[in-house]
Nanobody, 120 residues
Framework: QVQLMESGGGLVQAGGSLRPTCVAS????????MAWYRQAPGNNRELVAE???????VYADSVKGRFTISRENGKNTVTLQMLNLKPEDTAVYLC??????????????WGQGTQVTVSS
């Protein structure tokens, strides 16, 4: 069983910052990419940022220059530093991991999400 647990969301004013973290636990061999997605009411889920084991990153255009994704491979964690938050960043932020489990099966796993609300 693999679990992804997010923490660090919250309510901030526009221009503020948050730093949600996701920890992967359970029975798995290795984690490939880890990423943050977000979903606002009425919208599709969208990729915010992704990080490979080597540290290569990808960002949505809307967050470039404001968000930074980082990983600690030894701790199976991924963090999203969010600066200069805008009301349009309001969404549930979900952690995602692509990993190999102990049956040598590759799978996609999701956390339950953490709410980020930015007031104007």
């Amino acid at each position: 069983q693999v679990q992804l647990m997010e923490s660090g969301g919250g309510l901030v004013q526009a221009g503020g910052s948050l730093r949600p973290t996701c920890v992967a636990s359970g029975r798995f061999l290795t984690i490939n990419s880890m990423a943050w997605y977000r979903q606002a009411p009425g919208n599709n889920r969208e990729l915010v940022a992704e990080c490979t084991p080597s540290g290569a990153t990808v960002y949505a255009d809307s967050v470039k220059g404001r968000f930074t994704i980082s990983r600690e491979n030894g701790k199976n964690t991924v963090t999203l530093q969010m600066l200069n938050l805008k009301p349009e960043d309001t969404a549930v932020y979900l952690c995602h991991a692509d990993l190999w489990d102990r049956n040598y099966m590759q799978g996609q796993y999701w956390g339950q999400g953490t709410q980020v609300t930015v007031s104007s």
